[in-house]
């Protein structure tokens, strides 16, 4: 095997170790000692503001709506309207940043003076938490538009086995 498959197998296991190492975020209330999970505050009777943080865009938005949808059925309802929403993505502060290193080694095989220098980039997306936010109002019945949602349908179509 040639220098260059050896360096492009570990390539591929390392992208591979870095992709699994993420895994799917678990559906959970954000509490002290998580970084993952929802919080919601009841700003009247009838409306709430609900957030997830979770490792990508797609999940805080599915839980976001799971616990929108959780809320409502709580309260006595069985539709909620998203009012207004927003997306934010929050770097973790121990990710991976780009690295340069400098070695200088000798000895070895053919006993001579040897240098390297190293680039090190992240493959994007490591530590990096999504918080999706959305303020509902919950609902009797449903209406019209992609704004309503039926608490039902959410929790059977989102909730994770």
Do not use: W
């Amino acid at each position: 095997m040639s220098k260059l498959m050896k360096y492009a197998a570990l390539l591929a296991i390392s992208c591979s170790l870095i992709a699994c190492a993420s895994g799917p975020t678990p559906y959970q209330p954000l509490n002290s000692g998580k970084a993952l999970g929802f919080e919601d505050t009841r700003i009247e009777n009838d409306r709430f503001r609900v957030s997830y943080t979770a490792n990508s865009p797609e999940e805080a938005n599915d839980f976001a709506l799971l616990r929108a949808a959780e809320i409502a059925k709580s309260e006595g309802y069985s539709h909620f309207q998203v009012i207004s929403g927003g997306q934010t993505v929050n770097p973790g502060s121990s990710g991976p940043r780009p690295r340069v290193g400098v070695g200088l080694g000798t000895g070895g095989y053919r006993r001579g003076v040897g240098g390297s220098i190293g680039i090190g980039i992240p493959l994007g997306g490591q530590n990096e938490k999504v918080r999706q936010s959305i303020e509902v109002k919950l609902r009797q019945s449903g209406g019209s538009g992609p704004d309503f949602y039926a608490a039902d349908e959410v929790i059977r179509n989102l909730s994770k086995p």
